[in-house]
């Protein structure tokens, strides 16, 4: 993935890294749970560049030097040739509290999910001006520090859709991507926010705009149209303000070798011998109103319920790390979850079986991988996703063939044909899914598996990334050709 003109430089919320006091006391470097995290800090490790983002743990500005950076992964067992640098932002809470849980995860976030309901349009303005805006410009004056001629900028995700237009007024000349992680969603949702025209005028500003899905990339393009924007449905690029962009489906996948071949020693053993179950059932989802966890677990009663010949012969395992819990709505949710969970276990569970065990909070990724190979079954069924990649985690740490249940309204389902897809929110029709697979026959369910296992090995992280940064070195040569003729603005780089 390295460009051999320059290095990389990655842009997002999300920082890879944290520091915070272990349990020990003591300060350590902690990887931070996320698919971007999961995405592109193998990408970072291998070619080096710098990283841009929020410093979000309690010590993260103990450990950085006097220009905000810290070469991570800061582990004893980790070589210089593995780390490259990570450059933390600090905003003041208010400002981030308008700019992460207001604009981007009260507006964006809901709206592009297909709730528009939840978004709080009200404040709408009051996010943008005082958050939205002037953290991307934080974020951009970031980046044109850091740049240098011939370096690639890659800027992820919806909390920074106006950076390629701060860093395009700059630095004409600058090679911009955007990764899109989350669903675009129809004109229908997208036009109610009031601010669309500004959100589509800097993206307009990348060379190339990645989502995960053609059905995603074509909303995209329908919503640049309705704001009048000139768009080429048959190349897939529209001009909006004087800029010309690239729009393209890159389907994300997972790093499948090191899924496929990490050790873990007996931990998988002894996770079956803690649940004494003949049937372990995995979810394994953020916590987020669009994961489908209550779904979920309405769906397991019902499945319970329905065949109680499984009684005390199959458990539900779900782990969710939480999230955004500063959110009201979200501290709502776990507590219903709680009580809900609670309530069932009390009323069909008994001394030696506890049918679902719920856990808040995450595990090192070899833990996970240990519990992935525990499970019989992996249940993946958000109410909406735009790719989810723990259902290509479990496939690609799984060499014994196993069942995946998976979301039609996951992006990854559009690939995972062979799948058990189901409506998430049907919660017969999830129950039915779930027996299943327990009775599938061993010989469908080893074909089924090949075949899973052979898409998520081919169409894996390297893949995603080869192809996202190959296709923007020709988006810009195009880009630049019908663009930009003026002179880069005189400044200083580096830094």
Known sequence: MKDSDGKMIVVSNAEPYKHEEDEKGELACKEVEGGLTTAMNPQMRQSGGIWIAYGRGSHDFEVTDSRGKVSVPDFPDVSEKDQYELKRLNFSDTQYEKFYRGYSNRILWPICHSFPTKADLRKEREYWGKGYLPSNKEYARAVIKSYEPGDTIWIHDYHLALVPKLVRNEIPEAKIGVFWHIPWPPWENFGKIPHRNKLLEGLAAADLIGLHLEKYADNLLRCADKIDANVDRGSSRFKLAGEQTQVGAYPLGVDYDFFNGSTTGNQEEKIREKYNSDH?????????????????????????????????????VQRTPLSRTGIEEYQKEKSDINHKVSEFNGKYGSHDWTPINLFWGGVPQKELIAEYRAADIGLVTPGLDGMNLVAKEFIAANEEPKVLILSEFAGSSEQLDEAIQVNPYNTNEVANAIKTAIEMPEEEKKSRWRKLRKKVKKEDLQDWAENFIGDLEGAHQLHSMVNYTTPRKTRQTGG
């Open 280 to 316: 372990i059932i995995l979810g394994v989802d953020r916590q987020d109103y669009t994961k489908g966890i209550p779904e979920r677990i309405r769906s397991f009663e019902k499945f319970v319920r329905k065949n109680p010949d499984y009684r005390e012969k199959v458990t539900m």
